[in-house]
T-cell receptor
């Protein structure tokens, strides 16, 4: 059972387009992270958001943590082929001893 | 600074056997966690170790067990292997307990149970 549901599950877009990935849950998290995973590799941390309503920008990527700390979004501007990969959100439990990954969004950016 | 290393990279076992997977955490990281990732899905949290003690566990049966050593390296042991245990097993280390600091992942061990 995965507490975090991501949408869409699959996304195929042309280079230069914008996209948004959503991560939703009914649970409150102490922090939420986004990772990108490429085939045959482990996930790589992109960002950690901690405060409800927090927005962080990393070049063309914008991350937002929901006010209630139950959901998050990842927006990519002007997608590039190098952005291709599996995007995973992940949340830490309020007790600090559990960590949950989302269902994943597989992104393909076509040149 | 070295990252997280896992061994072996690939493993094939027979149903009913036991397996041990190993993980060396990133230098300075005292927290290690293990995950099971089925093909096309997000990783599932198995358990976490902090200073050689298990301090968090996901929804996995007791035949999944682990150890953390004084140098913070770790092992994942799975007894009585089942076909459904076939997956990528990921190890991750963190600077401190708690998710605020982010996790550094290894490349995983691909386990196939036949």
């Amino acid at each position: 059972t995965q507490l975090l549901e991501q949408s869409p599950q699959f996304l195929s877009i042309q280079e230069g387009e914008n996209l948004t990935v959503y991560c939703n849950s009914s649970s409150v998290f102490s922090s939420l992270q986004w990772y990108r995973q490429e085939p045959g590799e482990g996930p790589v941390l992109l960002v950690t958001v901690v405060t409800g309503g927090e927005v962080k920008k990393l070049k063309r990527l914008t991350f937002q943590f929901g006010d209630a700390r139950k959901d998050s979004s990842l927006h990519i501007t002007a997608a590039q082929p190098g952005d291709t990969g599996l995007y995973l959100c992940a949340g830490g439990s309020m007790t600090g001893n559990q960590f949950y990954f989302g269902t994943g969004t597989s992104l393909t950016v076509i040149p | 600074e070295t990252g997280v290393t896992q061994s072996p990279t690939h493993l094939i076992k027979t149903r009913g056997q036991q397996v041990t997977l190993r993980c060396s955490s990133q230098s300075g990281h005292n927290t290690v966690s293990w995950y099971q990732q089925a093909l096309g899905q997000g990783p599932q949290f198995i358990f976490q170790y902090y200073r050689e003690e298990e301090n968090g566990r996901g929804n996995f049966p007791p035949r999944f067990s682990g150890l953390q050593f004084p140098n913070y390296s770790s092992e994942l042991n799975v007894n009585a292997l089942e076909l459904d245990d076939s997956a990528l097993y990921l190890c991750a280390s963190s600077l401190k307990r708690g998710s605020f600091y982010g996790y550094t992942f290894g490349s995983g061990t691909r386990l196939t149970v036949v």
